[in-house]
């Protein structure tokens, strides 16, 4: 049968949950950063997990490609239907199914926000921890292995995941892991699916870890005359053992942009921002250890915010610092960067980095989860410039170079999808090919997010 | 070609490393538990990767099983030659190759023990978490996923595993993970390997987290007259968020064991013994915190020990608890049991279980990492007593299938070898045929370990 076949069965058997109206292809087919716009052929909106495995044995069947759609907030163009075929947006699919507060775990459909998910969890006391600086799905996130501000502390996608269902691409519906905290009961097949971008199945509920609302909760801001003191402090902070929330750097580009973004009075310098969490006594003493630590290295405009209004007001700031990295440059678009290294190593990656784009044409603030050895640099290009493009590629190209180099990784959070394949071989070695064997067995005809991840994809 | 070639390739090669002598197939057909004695054909002792890598060579030429052995303390079986074949005893592995001291890590080879490597950290400041009661090695603690007292701080072999070199069933040799903190770079293939005891490759490094060791340490026992009311303590701990570095519960039998075995003077009750990790005044705080949660709970005998050789007499003896609970009947081998259920669901999972061994004419003490949900009971049979063997085996199997209608898993910690193989359907359903999927495709003439851990095998 072919592809127009496919089309016309689903959309007998979604009505208007099935679309190829211009608005929904046009949405489907942008990304947030310099990808070109790729639409899918068509967009569907499941709401069951039987819906979302019946339409992959549609597609199965027909041979036509499946990509799944969070929030769309990936910044390598993961979510693409790069080899056309249909987008399946969880949009619907959005319910918190069950919360059990006393084993610290919630049950959710996959196209539920984190901003939606702590909303509700508001009156138990509990929250989930990971915030990348979007308000993506978790179905997205586990996706994509993403973390964020806090993963320093309370780990990234990996570790907040209990268990998934998921469909497979010959339909089957496959359930991983259990609601107990740890299990030695064969594969660890959660941890397979989570991070593998939709190229293996298409999750269609997540079991999530949750944490205890903070007692107290102490946040702040330092800034530094050079980057090598600041990442100083983060590497003594972390051997003293004091237990960061939060620990966030941003350099003087970025201070600049918060200061005309968001109202801020910040000096054009190097800051970190931190965060505890704890008892009031015990954030009290490391908030106290922390000021040494930045005193001893040379920090000063030291300043603390316990009332939530403040905190509030500086995770926003920072959580809108792509936004606000873009203010700099009306009209650019952003090459995001994702570089992380072994903690000893970052003074240099960063220096050379910021060296490096100083010597370019190129605009780029740099900022990062210092705290996870992990930083960002946003480079800003003029739409429809090739030159700048070619420049920030040429820049983006050398942070990985420089990540590997220094014993680290070529994507921190953000992951492979588009902008990062040509760096699986140099990364992984003979293991790609290892990711290429599971994936072929697990999708024989290619049809689960083409094009992405694995050799000959 | 035949076996018997394989055999005089792999001496040619290996010299005295080569061996067929009774004592060498006794000891490597011999397990900790009551799975019957199954030596191997041969034993090699390779001492690096490259020796591996031609061994695996060696036998996939010739159709030859290998299974790994690290020190042979699993409890499932799983290090016994099934089917046959060679066993690749990893003991003159046992290197640390590389400290880095400031990014907290560190290299290993698969043979070393976590006491040989705490041993060698002791000058850094540093440690490594992961303690099984025995002196297990870090290779066969990768391959089961292995915790023990203190996951509930800082986790399980999962989390604690950031890279690995493996040699495939095929002879290739990858390395997976960065000695970055975090990824998103692909499949975590690191985390497929971890838990895979040895059906998929052999682990010939690891790259293993390290954390400070605490500034100050206090540890504590105490008693309380019911089950019920020690488990609502621990409840009540984790949902305040403090933060404990071990909750340990033993229930009347094994204090009983421990007064017998180590000269221990407690009342035969359900006890809690604890440890909290942190600077003097937070350590203090909780102590203080968790004293107010026990004396809620109604528990008493409380005593405090921060002298650190009352601590690690505390948790020498827990350590040997196996075999204080073996001395409750001389002579005896024991069925090792190991569920682990969401923390709600587990004050009924133990006393179930209590009640269901009072029942029976079998002693079995219980005890557990209770901060995970996830307790063992020691079933102790007279060896060669069919009877009681198969007394014992239908309460283990009672208690998996507890394990499961509560929401657990089969195995919280000890991995499933030959004794829980029978339970992977039905914890997993069709997921567990993704499992062989994957096996098949890395181990198409299945001898990695074979006839373990997946369907068909
Ligand atoms: C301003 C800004 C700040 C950001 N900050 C961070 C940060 O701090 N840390 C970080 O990690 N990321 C960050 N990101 C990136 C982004 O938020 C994450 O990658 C996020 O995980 C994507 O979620 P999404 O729901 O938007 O997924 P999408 O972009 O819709 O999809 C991501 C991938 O997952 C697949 N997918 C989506 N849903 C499913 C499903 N149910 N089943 C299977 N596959 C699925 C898609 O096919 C695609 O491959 C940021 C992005 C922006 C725009
Ligand atoms: C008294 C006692 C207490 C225990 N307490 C705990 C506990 O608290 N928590 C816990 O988790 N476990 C516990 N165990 C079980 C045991 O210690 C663990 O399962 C441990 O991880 C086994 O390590 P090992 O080196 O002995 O591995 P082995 O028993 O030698 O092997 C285990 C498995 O790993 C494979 N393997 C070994 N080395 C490699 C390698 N390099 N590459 C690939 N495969 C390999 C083997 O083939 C086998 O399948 C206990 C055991 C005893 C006897």
């Given at each position: 049968?072919?592809?127009?076949?496919?089309?016309?069965?689903?959309?007998?058997?979604?009505?208007?949950?099935?679309?190829?109206?211009?608005?929904?292809?046009?949405?489907?087919?942008?990304?947030?950063?310099?990808?070109?716009?790729?639409?899918?052929?068509?967009?569907?909106?499941?709401?069951?997990?039987?819906?979302?495995?019946?339409?992959?044995?549609?597609?199965?069947?027909?041979?036509?490609?499946?990509?799944?759609?969070?929030r769309g907030t990936s910044l390598e163009g993961h979510a693409l239907a790069l080899k056309g075929g249909i987008s399946v947006d969880f949009s619907r699919m959005n319910r918190v199914l069950k919360v059990h507060p006393e084993d610290m775990d919630v049950v959710v459909q996959p196209?539920?926000?984190?901003?939606?998910?702590?909303?509700?969890?508001?009156?138990?006391?509990?929250?989930?921890?990971?915030?990348?600086?979007?308000?993506?799905?978790?179905?997205?996130?586990?996706?994509?292995?993403?973390?964020?501000?806090t993963a320093v502390r309370y780990g990234t996608m990996r570790e907040n995941v209990l268990g998934l269902e998921v469909v497979l691409a010959d339909g089957r519906v496959i359930r991983t892991g259990t609601r107990a905290r740890k299990s030695a009961a064969g594969y660890d097949l959660t941890g397979l699916f989570v991070g593998s971008e939709g190229t293996l199945g298409l999750i269609t509920e997540l079991t999530l870890k949750l944490h205890g609302q903070p007692e107290a909760i102490s946040a702040a801001v330092c800034a530094f005359d050079e980057i090598g003191p600041a990442v100083d402090t983060v590497i003594q902070t972390i051997q003293l053992g004091i237990p960061m929330a939060r620990i966030e750097f941003v350099d003087a580009a970025t201070a600049a942009a918060f200061n005309s973004y968001a109202g801020a009075e910040m000096p054009e310098k190097p800051h970190l921002m931190i965060e505890f969490h704890g008892s009031a006594s015990a954030v009290a003493e490391q908030a106290e250890s922390f000021g040494q630590i930045?005193?001893?290295?040379?920090?000063?405009?030291?300043?603390?915010?316990?009332?939530?209004?403040?905190?509030?007001?500086?995770?926003?700031?920072?959580?809108?610092?792509?936004?606000?990295?873009?203010?700099?440059?009306?009209?650019?678009?952003?090459?995001?960067?994702?570089?992380?290294?072994?903690?000893?190593?970052?003074?240099?990656?960063?220096?050379?980095?910021?060296?490096?784009?100083?010597?370019?044409?190129?605009?780029?603030?740099?900022?990062?989860?210092?705290?996870?050895?992990?930083?960002?640099?946003?480079?800003?290009?003029?739409?429809?410039?090739?030159a700048e493009l070619a420049e920030a590629k040429a820049l983006a190209h050398r942070m990985v170079e420089r990540a590997l180099?220094?014993?680290?990784?070529?994507?921190?959070?953000?992951?492979?999808?588009?902008?990062?394949?040509?760096?699986?071989e140099e990364e992984h070695g003979q293991a790609w090919e290892v990711m290429g064997q599971i994936k072929r067995v697990l999708d024989p005809s290619a049809l689960m997010n083409p094009g992405k991840m694995v050799p000959g994809n």
């Open positions: 049968m072919s592809k127009p076949d496919a089309l016309t069965e689903l959309g007998e058997m979604l009505g208007d949950r099935f679309s190829r109206s211009k608005s929904d292809l046009d949405l489907h087919g942008r990304n947030e950063t310099y990808f070109p716009f790729l639409p899918p052929e068509a967009v569907v909106y499941p709401e069951t997990t039987e819906e979302v495995a019946k339409i992959v044995r549609i597609c199965a069947a027909h041979g036509v490609p499946l990509t799944g759609w969070g196209g539920l926000t984190r901003e939606e998910l702590n909303r509700e969890l508001r009156a138990t006391g509990l929250f989930f921890p990971v915030d990348p600086g979007a308000n993506a799905s978790l179905g997205g996130m586990a996706s994509t292995r993403a973390s964020g501000t930045v005193a001893d290295n040379g920090g000063d405009g030291f300043s603390w915010s316990s009332r939530p209004e403040d905190r509030t007001a500086l995770w926003t700031m920072r959580h809108n610092a792509y936004y606000a990295c873009l203010g700099l440059r009306p009209g650019a678009t952003a090459l995001v960067t994702d570089m992380c290294v072994p903690i000893s190593r970052l003074a240099e990656a960063v220096e050379e980095t910021r060296a490096d784009i100083a010597r370019s044409s190129i605009p780029g603030p740099i900022l990062g989860h210092v705290g996870d050895g992990n930083f960002h640099a946003i480079l800003l290009v003029e739409p429809g410039n090739a180099r220094l014993g680290g990784t070529v994507t921190g959070e953000h992951g492979i999808g588009m902008g990062k394949l040509g760096y699986m």
